[in-house]
């Protein structure tokens, strides 16, 4: 239970509050997983729902990082 908590400290929570971006996206792809496992499970699987996934997994990872280059310069 301490690694899940420690989890949620490190990604749900900036300052010691829950941030409503963090929440936004982790209820986003609960929902994409979701539908995903659906699609699956009737379907089998399918390249293009794996390339969707892994293209918004590495589209959001490149944003982040641009992101945090920003907040860097301003600083």
Excluded: H, P
Excluded at 1 to 20: A, P, Q, V
Excluded at 24 to 34: D, E, H, N, Y
Excluded at 56 to 68: C, E, F, L, P
């Amino acid at each position: 239970m301490n690694l899940f908590s420690n989890l949620i400290e490190d990604t749900l929570k900036k300052d010691g509050r829950f941030s409503r971006t963090s929440l936004t996206m982790l209820s986003a792809w609960v929902t994409v997983l979701g539908m995903a496992l659906v699609d699956f499970c009737e379907k089998g699987l399918r390249y293009e729902v794996w390339l969707a996934l892994a293209s918004i997994a590495t589209g959001i990872k490149i944003v982040d990082s641009y992101a945090k280059n920003i907040q860097k310069e301003d600083k």
